[in-house]
């Protein structure tokens, strides 16, 4: 009688069998992994602000400072594609507004725009169309802050 026959790991000639790896295939992770790089990427640019300047104000020449530079502000609008507003005032030395003191608006406030702005030794007002007004005292915007 014809004994069973082996193992076929133990058959001459033939390659034992490949035993599939436990756990999760790697297309499985580089697929989990591309979905959240690309998720990260699509809320980055979300959420990523974009800045407009909507008004702009410069010191006139008859108003000096302590620090004898001239002086701008600007009304940033920031916004982003999420539908995400801010508004904030600016005020410093640098014309392009990128560095000065920041004072935060209300977004309703902002959206209305400036009436107008004085400028005096003592500091800056605004205006708004509202009535409401901001007093900024020059101590914080002199000397590059």
Not at 74 to 95: A, N
């Given at each position: ?10 058959q001459?000639?033939r390659?034992?069998p490949?035993r599939r790896p436990?756990g ?6 580089l697929?989990?992994?591309?979905g ?12 990523w602000?974009?800045?407009?300047v909507v008004h702009?104000s410069s010191a ?7 620090d004898?530079?001239s002086?701008h502000?600007g009304?940033?609008h920031?916004?982003?594609?999420s539908g995400?507003h801010s508004?904030?005032?600016v005020?410093?030395?640098?014309p392009?507004?990128?560095y000065g003191h920041?004072?935060?608006v209300d977004?309703?406030l902002?959206a209305?725009g400036?009436?107008?702005?004085t ?15 901001v007093?900024v005292?020059a101590?914080f ?5």
């Amino acid at each position: 009688m014809p004994s069973p026959p082996a193992d076929t790991a133990a058959q001459p000639g033939r390659p034992a069998p490949r035993r599939r790896p436990c756990g999760i295939p790697v297309q499985a992770l580089l697929g989990g992994a591309a979905g959240v790089a690309l998720t990260a990427v699509f809320l980055t640019v979300l959420w990523w602000p974009r800045s407009d300047v909507v008004h702009r104000s410069s010191a006139p020449s008859s108003v000096t400072y302590a620090d004898g530079s001239s002086h701008h502000l600007g009304l940033v609008h920031e916004h982003t594609l999420s539908g995400r507003h801010s508004y904030s005032l600016v005020i410093g030395r640098d014309p392009g507004l990128s560095y000065g003191h920041p004072v935060g608006v209300d977004t309703d406030l902002g959206a209305d725009g400036i009436e107008s702005t004085t400028w005096t030794s003592a500091g800056v007002r605004v205006r708004f169309p509202t009535g409401h007004e901001v007093f900024v005292p020059a101590r914080f915007f002199l000397y590059g802050r």
